[in-house]
């Protein structure tokens, strides 16, 4: 059963909170699927993680390339798991059904908190994955780490 885990970004942008959860992933030895809502979003992501951090290259493609499944970390929009990942980490407003969260060990929901509407909705979705059972832990930016602030177990 999958753990969601919702990243309530605070103190930086998605481009520089999202290197960090990706080389936990890689570090892991999972695959990660970043989905979004919006190709010229992702496609400005992609390019992001290619200009990427000093400390750590992030193997990575965009969805609809002959290599999909052969990507450790892959962008994409749309519902399909092209590389076989075992993370999901939707950004942008990207949804799940707690149904479809089965199908990953763990389901990455970052949103961020300065943002009203993208606050509410994960609130929405922390109701419905927990009036669900799927557990779930809320994570927040504090002092440059990430704090736990709540954890609901499956039920």
Partial sequence: MAEVYFYH???SPLQQALPELLERVLSRGWRALVRGVDEGRMRWLD????QGRDTAFLPHGLAGGAQDAAQPILLAIGDENHNLAE???LVDGAKISPKQAGDYTRVCLMFDGNDSDALNAARGDWKRFTDAGVA???WAQEDGTWVKKAEKPAS
Avoid: F, P, V
């Fill in 9 to 11: 970004l605070t103190r």
């Fill in 87 to 89: 993370i999901l980490l």
């Fill in 136 to 138: 779930a832990q809320y």
């Fill in 47 to 50: 390019e992001s993680l290619w």
